[in-house]
Every structure is written in C-alpha cells, then in structure tokens.
C-alpha cells in the first residue's frame, strides 16, 4: 500500500514539474516543484490511509457478533 502511494508522489512529482517546465516557468521553480509536490502526494495518502484503519478498527468495535449456530436457524433447538 505504501508502495503505491510513493510511485503515486513520483507520477504526480514528475507530472507537476514537466507541467511548470512547459509553462515556461523559471527552472529553480519547476526543480522545487518537484520534492514539495512528491510531499504533499505522499502526505495526502497516508492521511487517508490512516483515516481509512481508523474507520476500520471502529467499524469491529461495533459489531455485534451474535452466536447463532446453523441448527437455530433451521428451526432446530440449540444443544
């Protein structure tokens, strides 16, 4: 997962700095768009992924496991 994130920062990295290289902006500006730009994406994602376990371990806190076996179902006293 973390590995994805990162070639996701790189694609998005390289993506912005040849956009500013194409735009014709100063070459100091596409260099630094590079690392703030790779930061961001990896940031961003990891926060989703952090939010994204969060809502997962709450989301089992919740449950409520009912202990009902197959022959309760079928109409069947339990043993």
Not at 4 to 24: D, E, R, Y
Not at 27 to 56: D, H, M, N, Q
Request: charged letters at 20%; zero cysteines.
């Amino acid at each position: 997962m973390v590995l994805g994130i990162l070639l996701i920062a790189t694609v998005a990295a390289l993506a912005a700095t040849i956009a500013l290289v194409l735009l014709s902006a100063p070459l100091w500006i596409a260099l630094l768009a590079y690392p703030l730009t790779g930061a961001l994406a990896v940031f961003a994602g990891l926060a989703l992924l952090e939010i994204r376990e969060r809502r997962r371990s709450q989301g089992d806190a919740r449950k409520f496991l009912a202990r009902v076996t197959s022959r309760f179902r079928a109409g069947q006293r339990p043993r």
